[in-house]
């Protein structure tokens, strides 16, 4: 195996947490919903619990990105 087949597969294994974090972000905005539609008056505490997993799961899926780019380019 040649280093360019390497460093491509190294990408790729490198950009799976972006799968993840589609799923885990569309987990967390669907809980959040249906509690709200439970219990309205609820919704306003825990919003910014929601907001910071949010974060969260999006900064796992830009790093994978990040780290699959910079594979890509050369930097690692």
Avoid at 3 to 32: D, M, Q, R, V, Y
């Amino acid at each position: 195996m040649d280093a360019e087949a390497a460093k491509l597969i190294g990408a790729g294994i490198a950009s799976i947490p972006l799968a993840g974090a589609a799923i885990g972000l569309g987990l967390i905005f669907s809980s959040f919903l249906s509690g709200a539609f439970r219990n309205p008056s609820a919704s306003a505490q825990n919003q910014p619990t929601m907001l910071l997993a949010f974060a969260l799961t999006e900064f796992t899926g830009l790093l994978g990105f990040v780290i699959a780019i910079l594979i890509l380019l050369n930097v690692l």
